[in-house]
């Protein structure tokens, strides 16, 4: 009897006959030799694909999965689930999980956020907090905020909203001309520091920076954005925690919103369950998704306060309503599986667990800071990120046309991991149940993967 199974070849081949992926340059696939990895089962922090070959999943899946993968806690909850509700219109009807997801949010985020709005992923959440506090002030008379402050750098998502709050120009520069015009603020990036300048030192300079911003642009706007302690996809650039405190006495002083977009920091990433609590600040509004769901679903949440809810609970002609919808908004199966991945942090010691491994992960990389190529190894939790550069003392970056951080993704597949640089930037963002076994085989073919890419 022969193995009717189809094969990676085979998947491969009716993918790339009809499928767009995204962030993708699809001539790579087809003609440039990067393979298509059809992946039919998850295990854990592994993924098969379906010729049986295994890859330790470095990067949690677009930085969403937690608790590995086909996590068994989190798919009973959602079979459960799907037998009883699958969906329903979340405009005048409601769900217990739902309910009970915004109670348990509201229990475990920083305090004052009491109000919660459901939407679909990382980007839709991004548009409600930007469409929320540019409302608000609409109904307070302030309509003359229309602007938003955003740090160099920043990447907030891919729609047109989040695109115009974000700084990565290789995703922002294309579509420029359809885009609002942010105010950029430096970043505190601690790598861009001047020599001898401690990561505290470099936040409280770019905070002097930022206030003069707002001297001068607070009555236009709205809110200042940021992803705190860690600016992702522009690099996994790391800063002090000092800068968030500032940045929430400045926004208190000059009154505009603080918007902290924790999609890829939050749940338990940096250390703590919320970036925020590491320089001990509640903002006006967070942004959440990502491991919201432990990568099961896509779901997103933005937490707000009391004063903003109130400025828009009026009579109906008052023409106050916050109008923002989405199809699929408080989808039952994504809410009750939400719930489970809660549930998994109160029942287990995942931060300590984290910590720990954190620990192992800073030991093994340690070493690269000595390598001529390497201008820096930074980690903040269990997100850590090796910058490889053509000269290490004037930290000049290699060609981009060489593409050295795609070498080391195409050696990570061969060798049974995914590694998915950001450019240069090799980083790590592991499923918390990789344990530290499994972070030695992720590192050690990172490491002979970043030997292999500069030695071409």
Not at 86 to 112: C, N
Not at 130 to 144: I, V
Not at 187 to 212: F, I, K, N, T
Not at 339 to 360: K, M, Q, S, Y
């Amino acid at each position: 009897m022969t193995d009717s199974r189809p094969s990676n070849a085979a998947l491969a081949a009716r993918d790339l006959r009809h499928l767009w992926h995204p962030c993708t340059q699809m001539h790579d696939h087809v003609h440039g030799g990067v393979p298509m990895i059809p992946i039919v089962r998850g295990e854990g922090p592994w993924l098969i694909d379906a010729d049986g070959k295994r890859y330790l999943d470095g990067i949690s899946s677009w930085w969403t999965n937690l608790f590995g993968h086909a996590h068994p806690r989190l798919a009973t909850a959602l079979a459960e689930q799907a037998a009883q509700l699958e969906h329903v219109i979340f405009a005048g009807f409601t769900h217990q999980p739902a309910i009970e997801l915004a109670e348990e949010l509201v229990r475990v985020t920083p305090p004052g956020l009491e109000r919660v709005f459901l939407a679909d992923n990382g980007s839709a959440a991004i548009e409600v907090a930007l469409k929320m506090s540019f409302h608000y002030w609409l109904n307070q008379g302030r309509g003359a905020k229309t602007r938003f402050i955003a740090l160099t750098g920043s990447y907030h998502g891919e729609t047109l909203g989040a695109l115009s709050v974000s700084d990565v120009a290789l995703y922002r520069k294309t579509y420029a001309p359809l885009l609002l015009t942010p105010i950029l603020a430096p970043s505190p990036d601690a790598y861009q520091g001047e020599p001898g300048e401690s990561p505290a030192e470099v936040a409280a300079r770019q905070l002097v920076e930022l206030r003069a911003l707002l001297e001068r642009h607070a009555h236009e706007t709205c809110a200042v954005i940021v992803e705190p302690l860690v600016q992702c996809a522009g690099g996994m650039r790391m800063y002090h925690p000092d800068y968030l405190a500032g940045l929430r006495r400045l926004c208190d002083e000059f009154g505009v919103h603080f918007i902290a977009d924790e999609i890829a920091v939050g749940f338990g990433r940096t250390g703590t369950l919320f970036a925020c609590e590491q320089a001990g600040v509640a903002p006006d509004f967070l942004c959440l998704s990502k491991g919201l769901t432990g990568g099961f679903l896509p779901l997103s949440a933005v937490l707000t306060t009391a004063p903003v809810y109130e400025a828009f609970y009026a009579e109906y002609g008052a023409g106050k309503a916050f109008l923002h919808s989405h199809s699929y908004t408080g989808n039952p199966l994504a809410c009750r599986v939400a719930l489970e991945t809660l549930a998994i942090f109160r029942d287990e010691p995942v931060l300590e667990r984290n910590r720990r491994r954190a620990a192992h992960l800073a030991a093994r990389l340690a070493p690269l800071a000595d390598h001529p190529h390497v201008a820096d190894v930074r980690q903040s939790g269990l997100i850590a990120a090796v910058e490889l550069v053509a000269d290490k003392a004037s930290r000049r970056p290699f060609p981009a046309a060489e593409r050295r951080g795609l070498r080391v993704y195409r050696h990570g597949l061969e060798h049974g991991a995914l590694l998915r640089p950001l450019g240069d930037v090799v980083y790590f963002m592991p499923p918390y149940v990789m344990d530290e076994a499994d972070l030695d085989r992720l590192v050690d073919v990172a490491l002979a993967g970043i030997e292999r890419a500069l030695a071409l």
